[in-house]
């Protein structure tokens, strides 16, 4: 027994050293800092648009818009149970860590292929701190989640490139199909990655072992897709999907159904007006020079040539994951297009890197470094515009609509207003006698029957807006911060 005591002080010791080189790796400070100022800036409770919706789905593991995000779902739903804030914080939060994940992996990965710190911590705060990256980290959002996923999958091909290990290429299928399951989006990225894990000698070290492995983990990284239909059999308090009649009844979209189920992960239901909408070349490229204050677009061109001279495979591979998803998303006709290019920021960051390393190797260090100058610029102009550490207005203005209604009332809101008027009725059990309506789920033929039978049945009609047709002999009374709809 005492021979094996110095083998195990020295395992011990190992352990301790590479956790202490984690600790001061660039890439961990790199992503501390990304943490920092994503929590100084964070949405103090639950938030508009998407964000109160992702949050209510994951609590009551209810149903959002297509494509469903179950992935996300049952990840925030864990980590809703975090005895920090309250639950909207908590979904906020989760946002914040995995943003600043993909900060930390886009440094490692940079790092790697610059073989310099300094140019890899700059692009990857550069994407940090990037205002379209930046104002989906502090709120409840998918983006920053699937940014995580992309950052893992080239983490890990990365190393799977490089080292030949059989388990970073199994790790690196079975976090890309996790991203399958929660939005079928993700299979745009899958040229490229296929690219980067074919096209590589390391191929020869895979056994009928490591094939196996690989095809199984992918197939139970694919089962968050049974959510869905479980969920939607199981009626849960929550759903974002389906239309109301004229007795503002909702009828779900029946998920258990394989040919609608198929429609919902596609997004053929709901959206279908979005798809060729219009083509956004110019929202692309305005949103990309934006994301990167101007002098990224240049220095990221520079390093795609430097990377394509000296890796032309892992170039190749890079463009494959993000110009398919440019291409269809340019095409989508969503009002938040612009934050769907995210994980084409998040592979442009590394062009950035190889650029930025460009600079130190064709300049002196000195003048070199004034690049990072350049994150900095971007935290202080774009705070004021990303930071909502006192964004309380929304959450403030659904609770003083649900106190001003009148008992039983019903209450039209638009997508964000309603959900936020919703969370606190689910999570507070706040004035649950009054029935919220997601306008969307509206049909615009029954619109008008909705709101004249609950006017005929003595109900009490509020809409959020006065932008809304009416039936005749109808009118809209102000009242307080909502509106009353009025013989």
Not at 157 to 173: F, K, M, T
Not at 428 to 449: E, I, K, S, W
Request: glycine share 8%.
């Amino acid at each position: 027994m005492a021979s094996h005591e110095p083998v195990r002080h020295h395992y011990r010791r190992d352990i301790v050293a590479q956790f202490g080189r984690v600790l001061i790796s660039p890439a961990f400070l790199a992503a501390c800092v990304a943490c920092v100022v994503y929590l100084f800036t964070l949405a103090p409770t639950v938030f508009t648009i998407d964000s109160a919706e992702f949050t209510l789905a994951a609590y009551t593991l209810g149903l959002t818009h297509s494509p469903g995000y179950p992935t996300y779902l049952l990840s925030l739903h864990m980590f809703q149970h975090v005895p920090i804030g309250d639950l909207g914080y908590r979904s906020n939060l989760f946002s914040a860590l995995a943003n600043s994940f993909s900060v930390g992996a886009l440094t490692f990965i940079c790092q790697k292929l610059c073989g310099r710190w300094e140019p890899a911590v700059v692009a990857a705060l550069c994407f940090a701190f990037s205002v379209s990256v930046w104002s989906v980290s502090v709120v409840a959002e998918i983006y920053t989640f699937q940014g995580a996923i992309l950052a893992a999958v080239l983490l890990l091909l990365e190393r799977w490139r490089r080292l030949g290990h059989p388990v970073s290429l199994i790790a690196a299928s079975g976090v890309f199909c996790l991203g399958v399951a929660n939005s079928a989006g993700t299979m745009l990225w899958a040229p490229g990655v296929a690219w980067l894990a074919l096209i590589t000698p390391q191929w020869r070290v895979l056994r009928g072992r490591h094939i196996l492995a690989l095809v199984g983990v992918s197939i139970l990284a694919l089962s968050p897709i049974l959510y869905l239909p479980i969920r939607s059999l199981s009626h849960p308090e929550f759903v974002a999907i389906g239309t109301y009649d004229a007795e503002a009844v909702l009828h779900p979209f029946d998920l258990a159904n394989f040919d609608t189920l198929l429609g919902y992960m596609f997004g053929r239901q709901q959206f279908e007006g979005y798809y060729f909408a219009n083509l956004k070349v110019l929202t692309f490229l305005s949103g990309l020079t934006v994301a990167f204050f101007g002098i990224g677009v240049p220095l990221g061109m520079w390093g795609f040539w430097s990377l394509w001279r000296r890796d032309p495979m892992l170039t190749v591979g890079l463009a494959l994951t993000a110009i398919p998803h440019a291409l269809f998303f340019i095409t989508w006709g969503a009002v938040d297009t612009v934050l769907m290019f995210l994980p084409v920021y998040l592979v442009w960051t590394v062009f950035l890197g190889a650029g930025i390393f460009m600079l130190f190797r064709e300049f002196s260090v000195t003048s070199a470094r004034l690049i990072a100058l350049l994150p900095l610029m971007m935290l202080f102009v774009n705070a004021p515009i990303a930071s909502l550490r006192t964004a309380t207005g929304p959450a403030d203005q659904a609770r003083q609509r649900l106190r001003e209604a009148e008992p039983y009332a019903l209450y039209i809101a638009p997508w964000g207003e309603g959900d936020i008027m919703r969370y606190y009725q689910i999570v507070d059990g706040m004035r649950v006698d009054v029935q919220v309506v997601n306008r969307y789920f509206v049909p615009n033929d029954q619109l008008v029957p909705l709101i004249v039978t609950a006017i005929q049945r003595k109900r009490p009609v509020y809409v959020a807006s006065q932008e809304l047709v009416l039936p005749d002999g109808y009118r809209v009374i102000p009242t307080g911060t909502g509106y009353r709809i009025m013989p």
